[in-house]
């Protein structure tokens, strides 16, 4: 059985920038649903379940955002070499299939992570504009409002280059010794990252 195909779905896949366009505004609408459930019960009670929420995922994606992160890059790197490499890289060998489907689940996670940011983003948007908040959880909550964009920016761009046609843009502009070796330098950065994280 094939998933189904719109035209919708089709105009999104057209451009990748609006099929994460489209995730942000999804991953909106349920903290912006929660939100307007909390908002009557006060500023102090909104401010509580804000820091709840964020609380909460901030854990899940202290777990699981490093790994989608690491799947995201490791992604990139089977995608270059199946374009530098092809003889033992590409789609008709084992490798290639097995890139392809870490090259999915890359693309999954990422999008999972820009759900999971923008959620949080409009938590913390609301705490910080509605309610009456001291000086000092404003400052808090402005500096964090900048690390999410930050991220939101970083998760957009590297789901557009996971679930894009073809190699990275550098793929091609630098000596493939270069980029396999600055690929596994990354590599192993990632993972000591992850095992003392």
């Known amino acids: 059985?094939?998933?189904e195909t719109s035209r919708f779905d089709t105009w999104l896949k057209e451009k990748l920038l609006r099929?994460?366009?489209f995730r942000c505004i999804?991953?909106?609408?349920?903290?912006?649903?929660?939100?307007s459930h909390a908002m009557p019960t006060g500023s102090r009670e909104l401010l509580a379940y804000v820091i709840r929420m964020v609380d909460s995922v901030m854990y899940?994606?202290?777990?699981v955002g490093f790994f989608a992160l690491f799947v995201a890059v490791v992604s990139l790197i089977l995608k270059d070499f199946e374009a530098l490499f092809s003889t033992g890289w590409g789609q008709e060998t084992s490798l290639g299939g097995a890139g392809g489907v870490i090259?999915?689940?890359?693309?999954d996670m990422t999008n999972w992570l820009i759900g999971a940011v923008m959620s949080m983003?409009?938590?913390v948007l609301v705490a910080l504009f509605i309610g009456s908040n001291p000086i000092e959880v404003v400052a808090v909550l402005s500096g964090f409002l900048f690390m999410l964009c930050f991220w939101l920016v970083v998760l957009a761009g590297l789901s557009v280059l996971v679930r894009r046609q073809g190699p990275t843009p550098w793929a091609f502009g630098i000596k493939k010794?270069?980029?396999a070796a600055t690929y596994g330098v990354l590599t192993v950065v990632l993972i000591v990252i992850g095992l003392w994280g």
């Open 1 to 3: 059985m094939a998933t």
């Open 19 to 21: 099929d994460v366009l």
């Open 26 to 35: 999804s991953g909106a609408l349920i903290p912006i649903v929660a939100i």
């Open 60 to 63: 899940l994606l202290d777990t």
């Open 103 to 107: 090259r999915r689940l890359g693309g």
């Open 121 to 123: 983003l409009i938590a």
């Open 177 to 179: 010794q270069v980029l």
